[in-house]
């Protein structure tokens, strides 16, 4: 089994940063590709960053020029740096590998979340 797990969520006000961290210690990030989607309340949940295992990246346009998508493979860790955040990106942040989607959410490809609150 795999298994990711998100920290790095919390509360802050509109216009705050918050580094999201998505660790596992079953493999290396290095030659996969790692995605961090979103949900909130009521909402479906959405694609908002990739990394490929090319370096390519992805953002939603709404997160574009504001949210970050790195690596340190040395730690095993895949980033999401969230600039100028929003009310808007409230939700709860997930990290997933192939195949890890919204409708495939097993615990071996897909974390436990975390959460994000922007307040305006």
């Known amino acids: 089994e795999v298994r990711l797990v998100e920290s790095g969520g919390g509360s802050v006000q509109a216009g705050g940063s918050l580094r999201l961290s998505c660790t596992t210690s079953r493999f290396s990030f290095a030659g996969t590709t790692a995605h961090w989607y979103r949900q909130a309340p009521g909402s479906r949940c959405e694609l908002v960053s990739s990394l490929f295992n090319d370096g390519d990246t992805y953002y939603a346009d709404s997160v574009k020029g504001r949210f970050t998508v790195s690596l340190d493979n040395s730690k095993k860790t895949v980033y999401l740096q969230m600039n100028n955040l929003k009310p808007d990106d409230t939700a709860v942040y997930y990290c997933?590998?192939?195949?890890?989607?919204?409708?495939?959410?097993?615990?071996?490809?897909w974390g436990q979340g975390t959460e994000v609150t922007v307040s305006s």
């Open positions: 997933a590998v192939p195949p890890g989607t919204c409708l495939l959410r097993h615990p071996d490809y």
